[in-house]
Protein backbone atom coordinates (compact mmCIF):
# COMPACT_ATOMS: atom_id res chain seq x y z
CA UNK A 1 0.00 0.00 0.00
CA UNK A 2 2.88 2.25 0.57
CA UNK A 3 3.91 2.25 -3.31
CA UNK A 4 0.50 3.27 -4.13
CA UNK A 5 0.66 6.24 -2.11
CA UNK A 6 1.98 8.93 -4.76
CA UNK A 7 -0.70 7.42 -6.97
CA UNK A 8 -3.11 8.05 -4.23
CA UNK A 9 -2.20 11.34 -3.63
CA UNK A 10 -2.83 12.33 -7.66
CA UNK A 11 -6.12 10.02 -7.98
CA UNK A 12 -7.84 11.21 -4.98
CA UNK A 13 -8.22 15.16 -5.42
CA UNK A 14 -8.74 14.52 -9.57
CA UNK A 15 -11.10 12.23 -8.48
CA UNK A 16 -12.82 14.67 -5.94
CA UNK A 17 -12.63 17.63 -8.48
CA UNK A 18 -14.57 15.36 -11.65
CA UNK A 19 -16.92 14.43 -8.77
CA UNK A 20 -17.77 18.16 -8.27
CA UNK A 21 -18.00 18.76 -12.21
CA UNK A 22 -20.04 15.94 -12.70
CA UNK A 23 -22.43 17.21 -10.25
CA UNK A 24 -23.16 20.07 -13.28
CA UNK A 25 -24.18 17.29 -15.62
CA UNK A 26 -27.13 16.14 -13.30
CA UNK A 27 -29.70 19.03 -13.83
CA UNK A 28 -27.77 22.22 -15.72
CA UNK A 29 -29.54 23.11 -19.28
CA UNK A 30 -28.28 21.67 -22.24
CA UNK A 31 -25.12 19.47 -20.40
CA UNK A 32 -27.50 17.17 -18.75
CA UNK A 33 -29.90 16.20 -22.10
CA UNK A 34 -30.27 12.63 -22.60
CA UNK A 35 -29.40 13.16 -26.45
CA UNK A 36 -25.50 13.75 -25.12
CA UNK A 37 -24.30 10.51 -24.31
CA UNK A 38 -23.54 9.85 -21.03
CA UNK A 39 -19.74 8.69 -22.14
CA UNK A 40 -19.65 12.13 -24.03
CA UNK A 41 -20.41 14.14 -20.54
CA UNK A 42 -17.84 11.36 -18.67
CA UNK A 43 -15.37 12.40 -21.02
CA UNK A 44 -16.03 16.10 -20.74
CA UNK A 45 -16.06 15.86 -16.83
CA UNK A 46 -12.73 14.07 -16.78
CA UNK A 47 -11.09 16.11 -19.12
CA UNK A 48 -12.17 19.10 -17.09
CA UNK A 49 -10.97 18.02 -14.00
CA UNK A 50 -7.66 16.61 -14.98
CA UNK A 51 -7.23 20.50 -16.38
CA UNK A 52 -8.45 21.62 -12.73
CA UNK A 53 -6.55 18.93 -10.72
CA UNK A 54 -2.96 20.26 -10.48
CA UNK A 55 -4.41 23.93 -9.62
CA UNK A 56 -6.39 22.75 -6.80
CA UNK A 57 -3.42 20.88 -5.71
CA UNK A 58 -1.19 23.60 -5.96
CA UNK A 59 -3.29 25.63 -3.84
CA UNK A 60 -3.47 23.28 -1.12
CA UNK A 61 -0.46 21.75 0.29
CA UNK A 62 -2.08 18.50 0.96
CA UNK A 63 -3.97 18.59 -1.72
CA UNK A 64 -7.12 17.93 0.05
CA UNK A 65 -8.71 19.91 2.52
CA UNK A 66 -9.33 17.23 4.85
CA UNK A 67 -7.32 14.33 7.20
CA UNK A 68 -6.52 11.26 5.73
CA UNK A 69 -8.91 9.13 3.77
CA UNK A 70 -10.24 5.83 3.53
CA UNK A 71 -12.73 3.68 2.21
CA UNK A 72 -15.69 4.48 4.60
CA UNK A 73 -14.66 8.68 4.25
CA UNK A 74 -14.29 8.68 0.32
CA UNK A 75 -17.92 8.11 -0.43
CA UNK A 76 -18.97 11.11 1.43
CA UNK A 77 -16.62 13.14 0.40
CA UNK A 78 -17.41 12.11 -2.77
CA UNK A 79 -21.11 13.09 -2.15
CA UNK A 80 -20.29 16.58 -0.56
CA UNK A 81 -18.29 17.26 -3.72
CA UNK A 82 -21.32 16.43 -6.46
CA UNK A 83 -24.22 17.99 -4.51
CA UNK A 84 -22.09 21.66 -5.18
CA UNK A 85 -22.45 21.00 -9.01
CA UNK A 86 -25.65 19.43 -8.61
CA UNK A 87 -26.84 22.25 -6.62
CA UNK A 88 -26.13 24.83 -9.38
CA UNK A 89 -27.59 23.35 -12.21
CA UNK A 90 -30.68 22.63 -10.19
CA UNK A 91 -30.81 26.38 -9.73
CA UNK A 92 -29.95 27.32 -13.69
CA UNK A 93 -32.80 24.67 -14.49
CA UNK A 94 -35.52 26.29 -12.78
CA UNK A 95 -36.24 29.01 -15.69
CA UNK A 96 -36.36 26.54 -18.59
CA UNK A 97 -38.81 24.58 -16.43
CA UNK A 98 -41.15 27.55 -15.67
CA UNK A 99 -41.65 27.90 -18.93
CA UNK A 100 -42.53 24.27 -19.82
CA UNK A 101 -44.94 24.64 -17.29
CA UNK A 102 -46.20 28.14 -18.29
CA UNK A 103 -47.05 25.52 -21.93
CA UNK A 104 -48.49 23.14 -19.91
CA UNK A 105 -50.64 25.46 -18.37
CA UNK A 106 -51.55 27.40 -21.45
CA UNK A 107 -52.47 23.93 -23.38
CA UNK A 108 -54.30 22.09 -20.31
CA UNK A 109 -56.49 25.86 -21.00
CA UNK A 110 -57.11 25.56 -24.83
CA UNK A 111 -57.82 21.83 -24.78
CA UNK A 112 -54.61 20.87 -26.42
CA UNK A 113 -52.84 18.56 -22.95
CA UNK A 114 -53.76 15.22 -24.72
CA UNK A 115 -51.49 16.67 -27.56
CA UNK A 116 -48.58 15.27 -25.94
CA UNK A 117 -44.88 14.97 -27.93
CA UNK A 118 -41.84 13.17 -26.67
CA UNK A 119 -39.31 15.58 -25.72
CA UNK A 120 -35.42 14.65 -26.22
CA UNK A 121 -34.08 16.78 -23.90
CA UNK A 122 -36.36 15.86 -20.92
CA UNK A 123 -36.31 12.10 -22.30
CA UNK A 124 -40.20 12.49 -21.33
CA UNK A 125 -43.70 13.24 -23.06
CA UNK A 126 -44.90 16.91 -22.40
CA UNK A 127 -47.58 19.27 -24.31
CA UNK A 128 -46.60 20.76 -27.61
CA UNK A 129 -46.81 24.40 -26.08
CA UNK A 130 -44.63 23.25 -23.21
CA UNK A 131 -42.13 21.85 -25.88
CA UNK A 132 -42.36 25.29 -27.76
CA UNK A 133 -41.72 27.57 -24.39
CA UNK A 134 -39.47 24.82 -23.33
CA UNK A 135 -37.14 25.34 -26.31
CA UNK A 136 -37.59 28.99 -26.04
CA UNK A 137 -36.25 29.14 -22.32
CA UNK A 138 -33.12 26.74 -23.77
CA UNK A 139 -32.43 28.96 -26.56
CA UNK A 140 -32.36 32.01 -24.54
CA UNK A 141 -29.88 30.38 -21.96
CA UNK A 142 -27.58 29.28 -24.54
CA UNK A 143 -27.67 33.20 -26.21
CA UNK A 144 -26.51 34.35 -22.84
CA UNK A 145 -24.12 31.65 -22.37
CA UNK A 146 -25.25 30.16 -19.36
CA UNK A 147 -23.41 27.13 -20.03
CA UNK A 148 -20.21 29.18 -19.87
CA UNK A 149 -21.26 30.94 -16.71
CA UNK A 150 -22.08 27.65 -14.82
CA UNK A 151 -18.73 26.40 -15.45
CA UNK A 152 -16.77 29.37 -14.84
CA UNK A 153 -18.71 29.80 -11.31
CA UNK A 154 -17.95 25.98 -10.78
CA UNK A 155 -14.24 26.54 -11.08
CA UNK A 156 -14.73 29.68 -9.50
CA UNK A 157 -15.79 27.33 -6.08
CA UNK A 158 -12.38 25.71 -5.42
CA UNK A 159 -10.85 29.21 -4.36
CA UNK A 160 -13.24 29.29 -1.31
CA UNK A 161 -14.09 25.62 -1.05
CA UNK A 162 -11.36 23.15 -0.59
CA UNK A 163 -12.24 19.55 -2.42
CA UNK A 164 -13.19 17.40 0.44
CA UNK A 165 -14.78 20.39 2.75
CA UNK A 166 -18.15 21.05 1.63
CA UNK A 167 -20.82 20.38 4.32
CA UNK A 168 -24.93 19.88 3.62
CA UNK A 169 -25.42 23.13 5.90
CA UNK A 170 -23.82 25.00 2.53
CA UNK A 171 -26.66 23.57 0.86
CA UNK A 172 -28.04 26.81 -0.93
CA UNK A 173 -31.57 25.98 0.33
CA UNK A 174 -32.79 29.64 0.49
CA UNK A 175 -31.29 30.75 -2.75
CA UNK A 176 -33.22 27.59 -4.51
CA UNK A 177 -37.05 28.22 -2.74
CA UNK A 178 -36.62 32.10 -4.34
CA UNK A 179 -35.63 30.83 -7.71
CA UNK A 180 -38.66 28.33 -7.44
CA UNK A 181 -40.89 31.26 -6.28
CA UNK A 182 -40.03 33.44 -9.09
CA UNK A 183 -39.89 30.47 -11.89
CA UNK A 184 -43.76 30.23 -10.84
CA UNK A 185 -44.13 33.46 -10.94
CA UNK A 186 -42.60 33.73 -14.71
CA UNK A 187 -44.73 30.61 -15.74
CA UNK A 188 -47.94 32.39 -14.83
CA UNK A 189 -47.21 35.82 -15.89
CA UNK A 190 -46.71 33.65 -19.27
CA UNK A 191 -49.80 31.80 -19.24
CA UNK A 192 -51.41 34.79 -17.70
CA UNK A 193 -52.69 36.46 -21.44
CA UNK A 194 -53.77 33.34 -22.88
CA UNK A 195 -55.66 32.72 -19.65
CA UNK A 196 -57.74 35.97 -19.87
CA UNK A 197 -58.48 35.70 -24.01
CA UNK A 198 -59.73 31.83 -23.40
CA UNK A 199 -61.95 33.02 -20.34
CA UNK A 200 -63.54 35.62 -22.49
CA UNK A 201 -63.88 33.01 -25.16
CA UNK A 202 -66.07 31.09 -22.87
CA UNK A 203 -67.85 33.75 -21.98
CA UNK A 204 -68.81 34.71 -25.03
CA UNK A 205 -70.02 30.72 -26.29
CA UNK A 206 -71.61 30.53 -23.10
CA UNK A 207 -74.07 33.69 -23.89
CA UNK A 208 -74.22 32.25 -27.69
CA UNK A 209 -75.22 28.84 -26.01
CA UNK A 210 -77.97 30.17 -24.23
CA UNK A 211 -79.52 32.87 -26.77
CA UNK A 212 -78.87 30.48 -30.17
CA UNK A 213 -79.71 26.81 -28.65
CA UNK A 214 -79.37 25.28 -31.80
CA UNK A 215 -75.54 26.40 -32.06
CA UNK A 216 -72.72 23.88 -31.39
CA UNK A 217 -70.85 25.62 -28.90
CA UNK A 218 -68.68 22.99 -28.18
CA UNK A 219 -67.06 22.38 -30.98
CA UNK A 220 -67.31 26.25 -32.06
CA UNK A 221 -65.23 27.33 -28.46
CA UNK A 222 -63.22 24.56 -28.93
CA UNK A 223 -61.77 25.44 -32.33
CA UNK A 224 -62.11 29.56 -31.38
CA UNK A 225 -59.78 28.81 -27.72
CA UNK A 226 -57.09 26.65 -29.97
CA UNK A 227 -56.87 29.65 -32.86
CA UNK A 228 -57.01 32.41 -30.37
CA UNK A 229 -54.87 30.57 -28.04
CA UNK A 230 -52.52 29.87 -30.72
CA UNK A 231 -52.71 33.57 -31.95
CA UNK A 232 -52.54 35.40 -28.54
CA UNK A 233 -49.01 33.36 -27.70
CA UNK A 234 -47.63 33.97 -30.82
CA UNK A 235 -47.84 37.69 -30.12
CA UNK A 236 -46.60 37.13 -27.19
CA UNK A 237 -43.45 35.85 -27.80
CA UNK A 238 -40.92 38.59 -28.09
CA UNK A 239 -42.28 39.93 -24.44
CA UNK A 240 -41.74 35.79 -23.41
CA UNK A 241 -38.45 36.03 -24.77
CA UNK A 242 -37.67 39.32 -22.78
CA UNK A 243 -38.76 38.23 -19.73
CA UNK A 244 -36.81 34.79 -20.13
CA UNK A 245 -33.87 36.47 -20.96
CA UNK A 246 -34.20 38.55 -17.59
CA UNK A 247 -34.79 35.66 -15.27
CA UNK A 248 -32.44 33.43 -16.57
CA UNK A 249 -29.93 36.59 -16.17
CA UNK A 250 -30.94 36.87 -12.40
CA UNK A 251 -31.05 33.08 -11.81
CA UNK A 252 -27.38 32.79 -12.90
CA UNK A 253 -26.69 35.44 -11.13
CA UNK A 254 -28.04 33.89 -8.18
CA UNK A 255 -25.79 31.00 -8.48
CA UNK A 256 -22.96 33.35 -8.82
CA UNK A 257 -23.96 35.25 -5.56
CA UNK A 258 -23.89 31.75 -3.52
CA UNK A 259 -21.29 30.26 -5.08
CA UNK A 260 -19.09 33.73 -3.54
CA UNK A 261 -20.26 33.04 -0.46
CA UNK A 262 -19.09 29.51 0.18
Known sequence: ??????????????????????GLFIFAPMI???????????????????????????????GVAVGPIDLVS?????????????????IAAVPILALDLAGVLIGHQMGLNLARVYNPESDAEIDAL???????GFAAYVAIGGVDMLFLTLLSTFDRVPIGSFGVEGLPMETLVGVL????ELAVRVAAPVWGVIAAILVVVGLLGKFLPQMNTMTVGFMLKILVGIMVLALSMRTIGEVSVEFITDTLG???R???TL
Do not use: H, K, N, Y
Request: proline share 6%; glycine share 10%.
Open 258 to 260: WAS
Open 130 to 136: GQVLFFV
Open 181 to 184: SGGL
Open 254 to 256: EVS
Open 1 to 22: MQGLGPLLDMAVPWMLVVTRVA
Open 32 to 62: SSVTLPFRVRALIAATIGAAATPVVIAASSA
Open 74 to 90: LPWLLLSETMIGLSMGL
